[in-house]
């Protein structure tokens, strides 16, 4: 699991790390390059994005019901 923040305060985001599980890759777009490059089509936050192994999107704002059943099967 990737989360990034691609805006915000990283004061807050620093403080938030806590709930972050120590297993997933956790970023700041502190340059808001995401955004400014519109690399992927954040209208709500969070958005969910479901990447292959080579960054490939294979779903982009799945049902959550979705997402678990794809997650338990791996």
Excluded: C
């Excluded at 806590?18 to 969070?46: C, M, V």
């Excluded at 479901?50 to 294979?58: S, T, V």
């Amino acid at each position: 699991v990737i989360a990034i923040d691609p805006l915000g305060d990283k004061k807050l985001w620093r403080e938030y790390q806590r709930f972050i599980p120590s297993n997933w890759t956790n970023g700041f777009d502190h340059e808001d390059i995401l955004i400014k490059k519109q690399y992927y089509s954040l209208h709500a936050y969070p958005t969910i994005y479901l990447l292959d192994k080579a960054g490939k999107i294979l779903l982009k704002d799945p049902d959550y019901q979705l997402v678990l059943q794809i997650l338990e099967k791996m």
